[in-house]
């Protein structure tokens, strides 16, 4: 079955079918990331957001075949382009990632080598892909990248080394990198984390406008729902390896999930006083994911946990088009397999 946010006329970039992950350890299997179908399209912003431990970096490093043993995939599809990259072998996959295929990891400042010039390093990325490229060709390639993300100066800022450039300068490079050879997908993972509130913002309106001038498919990794409405067309909400709720970003506020509804709860409101209207928190903590309960993974913390919750795992149920949540409590006519 497709998943619910494609159709026939779309755009779509990248399609996972079924996608599921484990962690083999002499004690036991652990499946981080569970039966999970999604798709975009291009010029399309998905967001998958969750607590820590929820599976999104999983889900993330599966797509992008970078998982390590381990970890590995056990089922699914993960169709870019009409190549399943679940088949491929590492050959294939370096050709593929960088060039269709570009990332963004949370911390810049460990992507960047120290010991070269950010300007070299992302003329690599170009070279890697276009052999036929000269030296000359390529430099000036990374300059245009430079000013695309909005760096001053790149013909100076393609000389310096990472620790002369601030930490957003920095994400702005690893941007120019991942854009380095036009890819039709950009998958960033928490691109934000270590930056502050004014360059985050600064960042996620530079990969939105990126997006907009390419035309790229674009797949944001968060735990942040508070940036979600600005910046990401659907949402994919993932708690203990599962998705557990999908909907339009705009219709955040109509959300059925009590998980979704719970992150919604913990932001902060800027227009009142803590002392008026103190921190909300989710009580308790995601299970571990060889520990997980019978029924539904969320039922220990959820306020609206019946009997039915702690016996079968909730199937996924279409809310309205284009929405759709794994709960038995959500108000839905018709029920549909978790693919």
């Known amino acids: 079955m497709s998943p619910p946010n494609s159709s026939p006329t779309a755009d779509v970039v990248l399609q996972v079918r079924g996608l599921t992950t484990v962690f083999e350890t002499p004690a036991s299997t652990v499946v981080a990331v569970n039966d999970v179908s999604f798709s975009v399209a291009r010029g399309q912003t998905?967001?998958?957001?969750?607590?820590?431990?929820?599976?999104?970096?999983?889900?993330?490093?599966?797509?992008?075949?970078l998982l390590s043993p381990p970890g590995r995939i056990l089922a699914g599809e993960i169709n870019l382009g009409g190549r399943d990259l679940s088949k491929l072998d590492e050959s294939s996959l370096r050709a593929i990632r960088g060039r269709d295929l570009a990332i963004i990891f949370q911390e810049p400042s460990t992507s960047?080598?120290?010991?070269?010039?950010?300007?070299?390093?992302?003329?690599?990325?170009?070279?890697?892909?276009?052999?036929?490229?000269?030296?000359?060709?390529?430099?000036?390639?990374?300059?245009?990248?430079?000013?695309?993300?909005?760096?001053?100066?790149?013909?100076?800022?393609?000389?310096?080394?990472?620790?002369?450039?601030?930490?957003?300068?920095?994400?702005?490079?690893?941007?120019?990198?991942?854009?380095a050879c036009g890819p039709s997908l950009l998958l960033a993972d928490e691109p934000t984390t270590a930056l502050d509130v004014t360059v985050q913002a600064q960042v996620l309106n530079l990969i939105d406008d990126v997006?907009?001038?390419?035309?790229?498919?674009?797949?944001?990794?968060?735990?942040?729902?508070?940036?979600?409405?600005?910046?990401?067309?659907?949402?994919?909400?993932?708690?203990a390896g599962r998705f557990v709720e999908e909907l339009d970003a705009r219709s955040l506020a109509s959300a059925e999930h009590p998980y979704t509804r719970a992150l919604l709860a913990c932001r902060p409101d800027v227009t009142h006083d803590l002392e008026d209207k103190p921190l909300i928190e989710i009580p308790g903590t995601v299970p571990a994911l060889d520990r997980l309960p019978t029924g539904c993974a969320f039922m220990d913390r959820c306020e609206r946990r019946q009997d039915i919750c702690r016996q079968s795992v909730p199937p996924m149920l279409n809310i309205r088009p284009g929405h759709r949540a794994a709960c038995f409590m959500a108000s839905a006519p018709v029920a549909e397999t978790n693919r």
């Open 46 to 65: 998905l967001a998958v957001v969750g607590e820590s431990g929820s599976g999104k970096s999983v889900l993330a490093y599966s797509v992008t075949r």
């Open 112 to 179: 960047l080598n120290p010991l070269m010039t950010v300007g070299e390093q992302v003329l690599e990325a170009i070279t890697e892909h276009q052999p036929e490229t000269t030296r000359a060709q390529a430099m000036q390639s990374v300059i245009e990248r430079f000013r695309l993300v909005g760096i001053p100066a790149p013909e100076q800022r393609v000389l310096e080394y990472p620790h002369q450039l601030s930490g957003g300068m920095r994400q702005r490079v690893m941007i120019a990198m991942a854009l």
């Open 211 to 239: 997006k907009a001038r390419l035309g790229m498919a674009v797949i944001l990794i968060t735990h942040d729902l508070g940036i979600v409405a600005d910046h990401a067309d659907r949402v994919l909400v993932m708690y």
